[in-house]
């Protein structure tokens, strides 16, 4: 059954390093997200992709992230000088249509980062 | 500003018995209302859908039911057995601007004890 691939699976850096998360989406989706969980808390929302461009994006995404489609299948994210409070899980996630049209989100198992 | 509401704490059940969860939200009903499992460290697995318009959905043995009036839905799984334990996430897509973003709520753990 295809799936969301993430890695690493967990990363360790230090406060003010750039970090990239990688994703490879299911082949034939089209639409991409990275949300973050908290331990503990919610699954957050942070970014959405479409045709190329970010689609919609939240209040913690701000200048310090980035996403990028470098090919035809990954799905990068980038935070370009860690803090602590970015410490959580990073979860990827794609579907084939919009949720309007179908309504489910694939997830990936995540990526655990760590911030010291 | 919008909330989504499950309940923290976790739920026992026995197997065998019918497990029910329920999320509340404040303001306004979104477009449709989707419930997730999530196991520990584990990225959450879609598992229903159901749309404003619609009072009940079924899966096996999952029932989904959707009270715009009293916005409410309630999630229920029958003869549940421990292999159900885990997290379950509500999560609520309200159409505003064209925009369709799942957003969750805390989730509500629950423990199938046999």
């Known amino acids: 059954e295809p799936e969301v691939t993430q890695t690493p699976s967990h990363q360790v850096t230090q406060m003010g390093q750039e970090v990239i998360l990688r994703c490879v989406p299911i082949?034939?989706?089209?639409?991409f997200y990275w949300y973050r969980q908290i331990l503990g808390q919610k699954v957050e929302f942070l970014v959405s992709?479409?045709?190329?461009?970010?689609?919609?994006k939240s209040e913690i995404f701000d200048d310090q992230f980035s996403v990028e489609r470098p090919d035809g299948s990954n799905f990068t994210l980038k935070i370009r000088s860690t803090k602590l409070e970015d410490s959580a899980m990073y979860f990827c996630a794609s579907s084939v249509e919009g949720v309007a049209n179908t309504g489910e989100l694939f997830f990936g198992e995540g990526s655990r980062l760590t911030v010291l | 500003s919008q909330k989504i509401e499950q309940n923290s704490e976790a739920l026992n059940i026995q197997e065998g018995k019918t497990a029910t969860l329920t999320c509340n939200y404040t303001?306004?009903?979104?477009?449709?209302l989707q419930w997730y499992r999530q196991d520990p460290g584990r990225g959450p697995v879609f598992l229903l859908l159901?749309?404003?318009?619609?009072k009940e959905k079924r899966k096996e043995r999952l029932k989904v039911t959707f009270d715009t009036t009293l916005k409410q839905s309630l999630f229920h799984i029958t003869a549940s057995q421990p292999a159900d334990s885990a997290t379950y996430l509500c999560a609520l897509v309200f159409a505003s601007g064209g925009s369709y973003i799942p957003t969750f709520g805390r989730g509500t753990s629950l423990i199938v004890h046999p």
């Open positions: 159901i749309r404003e318009n619609e």
């Open positions: 992709f479409y045709n190329n461009e970010i689609s919609e």
């Open positions: 303001n306004y009903s979104p477009a449709y």
């Open positions: 082949s034939n989706h089209l639409y």
